[in-house]
């Protein structure tokens, strides 16, 4: 069974940063291309930042360009986000997501195309 937990949300103050984890199992990841997306209330979920299991191919939502950064932890099975200088329009809920890919570079696709979900942990950033 495939599962993807993340962890590390929480409540910050504006300027101020997080890590995000994504915690993989239950099949090989090394053909998936792994994402982190957001919902804020009222708005439609967009894609924060993407990467292939190799990490050699990141895609970022220019808004967090400079700010965010993803990464993998191949030995852990785990996608981390770091966020600095988070500001008060990066609250959301944030996801994780898995899509099959076995190709070099992140597919630009929208979320409804991965194959697998976490459950989402809540970001609140304080002004």
């Known amino acids: 069974q495939v599962q993807l937990v993340e962890s590390g949300g929480g409540l910050v103050q504006a300027g101020g940063s997080l890590r995000l984890s994504c915690a993989a199992s239950g099949r090989t990841f090394s053909s998936y291309q792994m994402g982190w997306f957001r919902q804020a209330p009222g708005k439609e979920r967009e894609t924060v930042a993407t990467i292939t299991w190799t990490g050699n191919s990141t895609y970022y939502l220019d808004s967090v360009k400079g700010r965010f950064t993803i990464s993998g932890d191949n030995a852990k099975n785990m996608i981390v986000l770091q966020m600095n200088s988070l500001k008060p329009e990066d609250t959301a809920v944030y996801y994780c997501?898995?899509?099959?890919?076995?190709?070099?570079?992140?597919?630009?696709?929208?979320?409804?195309?991965?194959?697998?979900w976490g459950q989402g942990t809540q970001v609140t950033v304080s002004s």
């Open positions: 997501a898995a899509k099959y890919n076995r190709g070099r570079s992140v597919l630009r696709i929208p979320g409804v195309e991965y194959n697998y």
